[in-house]
């Protein structure tokens, strides 16, 4: 099984960035999955959760409005789309499945001007 993250970035404050996370190995589409973050110094923090039909999405109460979570099961992608990036958003983004049985090896996201 291989979660491999891309999209990270600088951005500005206010920015937007679009984070792509690519499965293989396992039935994505049965999955439900997630995006954790770790921003420095600090431990990790769950961001936002997609259930397996992408009926159902969840986000951290600090990201809602400003960051969309959706999925692809024809390419086995998840994608996490932030906009107006705040300086709190700096961090290692990581997808994962659900239960964090799965995880990929994060994409670094820093916003900053």
């Known amino acids: 099984v291989q979660l491999v993250e891309s999209g990270g970035s600088l951005a500005q404050p206010g920015g937007s960035l679009r984070l792509s996370c690519a499965a293989s190995g396992l039935p994505f589409s049965t999955y439900s999955m997630t995006w954790v973050r770790q921003a420095p110094g600090k431990g990790l923090e769950w961001v936002s959760s997609c259930n397996s039909g992408a009926t159902s999405t969840n986000y951290v109460e600090s990201v809602k409005g400003r960051f969309t979570i959706s999925r692809d099961d024809a390419q086995s992608t998840l994608f996490l789309e932030m906009k107006n990036l705040k300086a709190e958003d700096t961090a290692v983004y990581y997808c994962?499945?659900?239960?964090?049985?799965?995880w990929g090896q994060g994409t670094q996201v820093t916003v900053s001007s």
């Open positions: 994962a499945t659900w239960g964090a049985t799965y």
